[in-house]
């Protein structure tokens, strides 16, 4: 993954200088420093929408709820989510949290999910950078889904 991070960072750079340059050869017109900078905006837009599309990777979702919703859980595990189930003691009583690690592009209907069971769950989403081992693949497996 570092060796195409480093390819992508190369082009960048190129994309960078060689937009520098004909920017600011010759006299120095507004008109083609706004075209630059729109162009530059724009590539970063579409590139940001071209990974949301894609989607690749893995997400984990950190839910905190106020009891064990036991429906909701089975609901994940049916579904082929791997999911742990944590208890421990908030400010004024005991609280639930799920560990849920997914593909990123199973996200938003792991959300919805939980959503429709537990509308008030506190839900954190993040990107693991490493992982080893656990029931992911297993279960994506037994419910043939796409790796």
Do not use: W
Not at 37 to 60: D, M, P, Q, S
Not at 89 to 98: A, V, W
């Amino acid at each position: 993954m570092t060796i195409l991070a480093s390819a992508f960072g190369f082009l960048e750079a190129l994309v960078h200088i060689f937009g520098l340059s004909i920017v600011l050869s010759g006299e120095q017109n507004i008109a083609e420093m706004l075209t630059y900078a729109v162009g530059f905006g724009a590539g970063i837009y579409i590139g940001g929408y071209i990974e949301n599309k894609l989607a690749l990777g893995y997400t984990t979702l950190t839910v905190n709820l106020l009891t064990r919703n036991v429906d909701l859980i089975s609901s994940l595990r049916n579904e082929g989510f791997g999911v742990t189930v944590f208890e421990g003691m908030g400010k004024d009583s005991t609280r639930y949290q799920l560990q849920i690690l997914t593909k990123r592009s199973m996200e938003q209907k792991l959300i919805s999910m939980i959503e429709e069971k537990e509308p008030h769950a506190f839900i954190v989403s993040y990107e693991p950078r490493k992982f080893k081992g656990g029931y992911l693949l297993k279960g994506m497996k037994k419910k043939n889904i796409p790796n």
